[in-house]
């Protein structure tokens, strides 16, 4: 589903930002430099098989393999060296002043999302998916979950494992609005090729919008938005009405179908891993659903997000993910299926 590595120019060749430019620069240097000495390796064989008497004597004389032998791969080396790790560590500056941050946790297979304020409280979180603004560098904050997984927007950045009981940090800026697929890069696993997501980059006003737009459902459910602390400081929050308060979006809930949809969710067992804010499902084992309506894509960037592929999920998972941690819903019917998803797809 996620085009994260392929198509026409490919994505490490196309930058969307500075920090991919970067890579880009040094991936093209690199294959400059490296047909270069292609070229000079078959022009030396040419001479030493076919060449004038003259040149082979030079070719295999003292000088020629000095130069070439060792100051020639020493020199360039050396600079390459210098090259990559000044690069690397442009990529993982830590913050600066005002960068947005960002916690990406990698677990076997998908994406923890969590955006944190200034202070780096969790304020929101979302699964395989991340929302950037344009024009600002971002500092992703990666850890992992379980073993060592990867984190690689070619589009946007260059790419970093996330090692579990570390923190490793990398930059990542997008200088145009689009949708940038990215990937685990390190084989973590049965699934490591289903373990995508995508990045979506908005014009400045476009983001703040969106990021608005989630926080206002979040506080107008009476939530406290951090995940650690019960009720958010200041102002008295609900927090002890938390699990009986039921407001999801526009409050005109009360269709029959929804409420069956919703009390199946909480009665099958979903509720236990799956987090949707503002009803009593608070399970942390599993991607956060406040927001899965609003995803692009499901079961880490393998199917486009619709009521159907969210109906196939939720009954078959296991056929289409073998070995991931959600069990096949297979004891539901298909009424009952289609019902969860529709509530589902109203998790925005
Ligand atoms: Cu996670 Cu490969």
Known sequence: MIDALWGWP?????????????????????????????????FALWVAIKGPDKWKAKLGGERAILLGGVAFPGVVLTALLVWGLTLTASLTEPIHGDEMRIRVTGEMWWFRVQYLDPSGAVVMEDANEIHIPVGRPVVLELESADVIHSFWVPHLSGKKDMIPGRRTLLRIEADRPGEFGGVCAEYCGRQHALMGFVAVAHEDDDFREWYAERNERLVSAGLDITRQVESSSGSGTQGSERSTVTRTGAGANTNSGQQSGRTLFMQSGCAACHRVAGTEANGLAGPDLTHVGSRRTLGAGILPNNRGTLIGWIGDSQSLKPGNRMPSYDMLNADELEAIAIWLEQQK
């Open 10 to 42: 490919p994505p490490v060749l196309d930058p969307a930002g500075p920090y991919s430019g970067k890579v880009t620069t040094l991936a093209w240097s690199l294959f400059g430099l490296g047909a270069f000495v292609t070229l000079v390796v078959v």
